[in-house]
């Protein structure tokens, strides 16, 4: 029931942040930061990802790879957006730190399941 609810959370967040980023600039949420709220959103996700598909980080790291550069390409289509190469390096910093942090979780979970 826990990796479920986790794919599906995954799942949600992302294609909430697609559409923060390719909605109109005044439909998007601000919590800080431009920078920082793209690392975090990416971070989210990296981690959830990672935690729902664990076997399969290179997987995921495509996936939020991709995601991270083809949201900012994506916005080339919009009226009012503009993507740009360093926002999508912020997005996938972001994501490779949440996939790095779900790996420690598991390793971390895993040794402790051992030992217990």
Do not use: C, N
């Not at 005044?26 to 989210?44: D, N, Q």
């Not at 996939?99 to 979780?105: D, P, R, Y």
């Amino acid at each position: 029931m826990y990796r479920k609810t986790v794919i599906v959370v995954a799942w949600t967040t992302l294609a909430l942040i697609a559409f923060a980023t390719l909605s109109p600039i005044g439909l998007r949420p601000h919590f800080g930061g431009v920078s920082l709220e793209r690392f975090g959103a990416f971070a989210v996700v990296g981690l959830l990802f990672g935690l729902a598909y664990p076997r399969h980080l290179w997987l995921v790291l495509t996936l939020v790879g991709g995601a991270a550069v083809g949201l900012e390409v994506l916005q080339h289509l919009t009226p009012d957006r503009h993507g740009e190469a360093r926002d999508a390096l912020v997005k996938f910093a972001g994501g490779v730190t949440g996939i790095g942090i779900s790996l420690a979780l598991h390793q971390t979970l895993k040794r402790f399941i051992t030992l217990g």
